[in-house]
């Protein structure tokens, strides 16, 4: 049985062949309608239980389609309607679920919850974002890189903004994947320590860059997500957009990076915030590409963890 609960802790070759099945389960679907079953069916027979302790728009719908185009059948549940919210522990809420379930997908805030739940559960745990990462986000992104323009490895990736979990799954996958990394944003918001030490004792690539201009030179890809992440307190947002606003990505910053460079953003995003409508709708943007490799990014990380 596998979790799937970061990159960093996922082996290597494990992750190439979850992204190489995502792209042959795309290609083998290709102009079906979204509800038509999958040829195979490896989900047959499966409950999957999909746990939201924050808002979500991709990550609900696609994981729900994805475990029904392969056969399964889902159960959508609110942290705040369980008795999880209500005072039942982690450790007995996965073990409860397990005698009902075959695999759950929770998102959370502390990742101490979904460590916990992985932990005290005998079916495989995804995990569908917490404050510290956001891997099912990242394997979409690679995925969609390399549609767009072939291996990922030795490229120049820029982030923009925050070192917020997004970026840390972004730093995971560098070491991963073998792509340089670059982080540029406010040292008020810089990544979290121990995730660049360890990519840098790795041997990652990676460095930090205050200059939106000298960061953005060279890029092969550009990565933006909003300046106020879902954990982060309202009462931060105007310190934080004060912090942000010269990271903002619009058309002279992506002119600034190589000509052939790709612009990605998680969603959902903030127009003219952290990016102008312009770079989200232009020609160098793939967010709606990302967007919809979620869904088949995540059916390949759903047949790992059961091992169909
Ligand atoms: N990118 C992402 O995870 O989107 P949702 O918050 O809508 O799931
Ligand atoms: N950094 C964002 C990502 C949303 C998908 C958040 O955590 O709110």
């Not at 059948?73 to 073990?95: K, N, P, Y």
């Not at 979904?114 to 979409?140: K, W």
């Amino acid at each position: 049985m596998n979790h799937f609960l970061d990159l960093h802790t996922t082996e290597k070759t494990a992750l190439r062949s979850m992204i190489d099945k995502a792209r042959a389960m795309k290609d083998a679907r290709a102009g079906r309608p979204k509800g038509e079953a999958d040829d195979e069916q490896p989900l047959a027979g499966h409950m999957v239980a999909l746990i939201f302790e924050k808002p979500s728009t991709r990550t609900r719908v696609s994981f729900d389609v994805g475990v029904r185009q392969m056969g399964g059948q889902t159960m959508v549940l609110s942290g705040q309607d369980m008795q999880l919210g209500h005072g039942e522990t982690i450790a007995d809420t996965a073990r409860v679920l397990s005698r009902y379930v075959d695999m759950i997908m929770i998102r959370t805030f502390d990742e101490a919850v979904l460590h916990e739940m992985a932990a005290n559960a005998s079916v495989p745990v995804i995990n569908g974002l917490t404050d510290r990462t956001h891997p099912c986000q990242i394997m979409a992104d690679v995925m969609t890189y390399e549609e767009h323009r072939g291996s990922i490895a030795g490229k120049n990736v820029v982030w923009m903004g925050d070192g917020n979990n997004v970026y840390a799954s972004l730093l995971h996958a560098a070491t991963q994947f073998g792509f340089n990394l670059t982080f540029c944003g406010p040292q008020q918001l810089d990544p979290d320590r121990d995730f660049m030490d360890e990519a840098r004792a790795a041997g990652t690539n990676v460095r930090i860059e205050r200059d939106p201009w000298k960061g953005v030179d060279g890029a092969d890809l550009v990565v933006a997500d909003t300046w106020v992440s879902m954990h982060d307190a309202q009462s931060s947002r105007e310190r934080r957009h004060n912090m942000l606003r010269a990271y903002q990505v619009n058309d002279r910053l992506m002119q600034a990076a190589n000509p052939d460079a790709l612009f990605m953003h998680c969603l959902p995003a903030h127009r003219e915030e952290e990016v102008t409508s312009s770079v989200m709708d232009g020609p160098q943007s793939v967010i709606f590409d990302e967007a919809e490799n979620r869904l088949h990014a995540q059916k390949a990380v759903m047949r790992w963890c059961l091992g169909v």
